[in-house]
């Protein structure tokens, strides 16, 4: 079964300054989707970012890129020029290619919060 | 990317009852997913909803306790039956959206007291 770690439960970074959010996941699936998640306070879940394993290009989303290391099953988030709406919970999840079942599902890590100090 | 109304937003539920939460999708969508978030932990599966067939349940979860209903590519409801303090929680629903990734909806805050 895949899993996803997040090894930062807490990060703080200075507004304008940039952060870098970690993801490690487990699979023996060569072919995958991963995914960034923003979770603010209203608990609205929104897409930040994501990316195909196939592509070897990081992915990357105006002031937000990541860096996708598939032979060290890495996938972190880079925030740049970090504002104080970016104060969140950020998930990292991961999503088989296989269909069927529950297999399109969503697989979260436990989540990094992340606060912007002004 | 689709866009999912849920509701009720927030609702608070004396303990024994039962609360159906409900998930429209302004797009035909083959799957649906709901999720349980805990308070303050990460997102957990509870069952994927297909149309046309029984809901597949994820280890710890089961129809009776969270029965679902799908009539159609547009519709869900979870129900969570005879509730318990350990029940509150965030309960989510989500979609494909193909070429995009997964849309969610706003989120059902219970409470059980």
């Known amino acids: 079964a895949q899993t996803v770690t997040q090894s930062q439960p807490e990060m703080s970074v200075q507004e304008a300054e940039t952060v870098t959010l970690s993801c490690t996941y487990d699979?023996?699936?060569?072919?995958?989707?991963l995914f960034w998640y923003k979770q603010p306070p209203s608990r609205q879940m929104i897409l930040v970012i994501r990316?195909?394993?196939?592509?070897?290009q990081n992915a990357t989303e105006n002031r937000f890129s990541v860096n996708f290391q598939k032979a060290a099953k890495s996938f972190s988030l880079k925030i740049s020029d970090s504002q104080l709406g970016d104060a969140a919970m950020y998930f990292c999840?991961?999503?088989?290619?296989?269909?069927?079942?529950?297999?399109?599902?969503?697989?979260f890590g436990k989540g990094t919060k992340l606060s912007v100090k002004p | 990317s689709a866009v999912i109304s849920q509701k009720p937003s927030r609702d608070i539920c004396q303990r024994g009852t039962s609360l159906t939460i409900q998930c429209q999708v302004d797009?035909?969508?083959?799957?649906m997913f709901w999720y349980r978030q805990q308070p303050g932990q990460s997102l957990t599966l509870i069952a994927t909803?297909?149309?046309?067939?029984?809901?597949?349940?994820e280890s710890g979860f089961v129809i009776d306790k969270f029965p679902i209903s799908r009539p159609n590519l547009t519709f869900s409801t979870l129900t969570v039956s005879n509730m318990s303090p350990e029940d509150s929680s965030i309960y989510l629903c989500?979609?494909?959206?193909f070429g995009y990734g997964y849309t969610f909806g706003s989120g059902t805050r219970l409470t059980v007291v």
């Open positions: 989500s979609v494909e959206s």
């Open positions: 699979t023996s699936e060569s072919d995958y989707y």
């Open positions: 990316q195909e394993a196939y592509k070897q």
């Open positions: 999840a991961y999503r088989s290619t296989n269909y069927g079942g529950s297999q399109g599902n969503l697989i």
């Open positions: 797009s035909q969508v083959t799957m």
């Open positions: 909803a297909n149309q046309g067939s029984e809901a597949t349940y």
